[in-house]
């Protein structure tokens, strides 16, 4: 298993993973199912998700509460008002980065695992 970094970045930027096709991975908060260009599955079978799922826990877990952490630890901001972001931050922050969790989870797995690319041979409804 070798780290492919240009197919990770490819998908962090929003394009598709076999194609390249810009614009597959849209927004910030949404996902294609597929790449309108190649066809390409990009939400395959159930339990796939879990990856983005694990994107999405750590960058807000791992990335945003510790900032609050870090505030409160400071006294640059109140025990409420770091209580409110928080609760804030845990409701708002995973459905905006839904779409960004997505292309890092879409990097990470195909950066690993290229010959899962349909290109290499992987059935295109899997
Ligand atoms: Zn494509």
Do not use: K
């Amino acid at each position: 298993m070798r780290f492919r970094p240009d197919l990770f970045l490819r998908c962090a930027r929003g394009r598709c993973p076999d194609c390249g096709a810009p614009e597959q991975l849209t927004g910030l908060a949404t996902i294609r199912d597929r790449c309108t260009a190649c066809g390409m599955v990009l939400r395959r079978r159930e339990g796939f998700f879990l990856g983005a799922m694990v994107w999405n826990y750590g960058l807000t877990a791992f990335g945003l509460l510790p900032v609050l952490l870090v505030l409160r630890a400071y006294d640059w901001i109140g025990f409420a008002a770091a209580v409110w972001l928080a609760v804030a931050v845990i409701l708002l922050v995973p459905w905006l980065i839904h779409g960004v969790a997505w292309r890092l989870w879409l990097g990470t797995y195909y950066a690993f695992l290229p010959e899962q690319l349909p290109s290499s041979g992987r059935r295109l409804d899997d």
